[in-house]
């Protein structure tokens, strides 16, 4: 005869299974919504690809042979620049909404910071022009100055997502808009279109690909 009680009851292997089922159930929800929260790597390298390879490309086109570059092309490139950040911002707080405590402080912090550090560069080449700097060199810090508050941003997108990718991608143009000035103009144009745009396009297409896989 057998005993019903339940310390007579000689546990079974299975009895854990559905505990531990929804243990790792409860995990992968977790880090599902992390993933959510992450700004989309493949949407911003091709945004700001395709906002620089035309921006800064149809700049050169209008200036290699030493002229000033045209006024449309002038317009296409801040107004393209101006969409980006815009852009940025709006998808780094749709991705954070709805999370209450640090990460959506964080988040808001995050991507209030790029309005912030175009600001800061467009007052420092307007400095630069009040101050006397020419032509040149207005617009070869005006690019580099671009490039690294763009770069260190996603340095700091990478590092506060834990994402790889973007830590590269932001050293990598940090890295481009120094090399950028130094080739002066009109080189400095096509280096950041190709090596900056071009490789933000690349990097878009890595991730895109990634995810996938």
């Known amino acids: 005869m ?6 007579d009851r000689t546990p079974r292997p299975d009895d854990a299974v559905p505990e531990l089922a929804d243990a790792l159930a409860i995990i992968d929800a977790q880090r599902a919504r992390a993933e959510d929260t992450r700004p989309s790597g493949s949407l911003l390298f091709g945004l700001w690809g395709t906002v620089w390879l035309v921006g800064y490309g149809g700049i050169w086109l209008t200036s290699r042979d030493g002229s000033a570059p045209s006024l449309l092309a002038g317009v296409v490139a801040i107004v393209g620049g101006v969409i980006a950040v815009v852009v940025t911002i709006v998808h780094v707080l749709h991705r954070t909404r709805g ?29 630069l022009g009040r101050a006397g700097a020419s032509d040149e060199v207005t617009a ?3 690019n580099a100055i671009a490039a690294l508050v763009v770069g260190l ?11 790889t990718s973007m830590y590269v991608i932001g050293c990598w ?5 120094a ?20 490789g933000m396009l690349a990097a878009g297409l890595l991730e895109t690909v990634r995810a996938r896989a």
Not at 173 to 177: P, S
């Open 2 to 7: 057998t005993s019903d009680h339940p310390r």
């Open 99 to 127: 999370i209450a405590g640090t990460s959506a402080r964080q988040g808001a912090m995050y991507g209030w910071a790029w309005p912030v550090g175009f600001l800061a560069q467009s007052m420092i080449v307007g400095g």
């Open 140 to 142: 070869l810090a005006a």
């Open 153 to 163: 941003l996603y340095v700091a997108g990478g590092m506060l997502w834990c994402a």
């Open 173 to 177: 143009m940090a890295l481009t808009g």
């Open 179 to 198: 090399a950028a000035a130094l080739v002066g103009l009109p080189g400095s144009y096509l280096v950041m279109a190709l090596a900056g745009g071009g």
